[in-house]
């Protein structure tokens, strides 16, 4: 058992830095929904092992979220001065640049977490 779990920490430390060739080999084999069905799984089998979820999570952490593409977020303007609003950037100040997959892409991860 502490091998397994080391392995999958050996893998994910494989990911780090957005390691290309490791994540490519390896979303085949750990891919997105099984990683999420052990973190997320309260059945008696998984309860209790909190080992095998912190390594998976680490694991989809490098290996799914933390990767391509490179997307620049967005964030919203909480300070706007009125000198600064026109009718040309209002839009640009409220709106966000994000497709609406990208935003749901990770819904069921987020859910589990709250």
């Not at 990911?15 to 973190?39: G, H, M, Q, S, T």
């Not at 089998?45 to 912190?54: I, P, V």
């Not at 000198?83 to 819904?107: K, M, P």
Request: aromatic residues 16%; glycine residues 0%.
């Amino acid at each position: 058992y502490n091998y397994f779990i080391s392995m999958i920490y050996l893998l994910s430390d494989l990911c780090l830095d957005r390691n290309y060739r490791a994540i490519e080999v390896l979303k085949w084999i750990y891919p997105y929904k099984e990683c999420f069905k052990i973190i997320s799984d309260n059945t008696s089998k998984l309860k209790d092992q909190w080992e095998l979820r912190t390594a998976f999570t680490r694991l989809t952490h490098t290996l799914h979220i933390d990767k391509e593409p490179y997307q620049e977020i967005t964030l919203p303007r909480y300070m706007i001065f009125w000198d600064e609003l026109t009718e040309h950037n209002c839009q640009e100040i409220v709106s966000s640049s994000l497709d609406a997959a990208d935003v749901t892409q990770f819904d069921d991860l987020k859910e589990f977490f709250n």
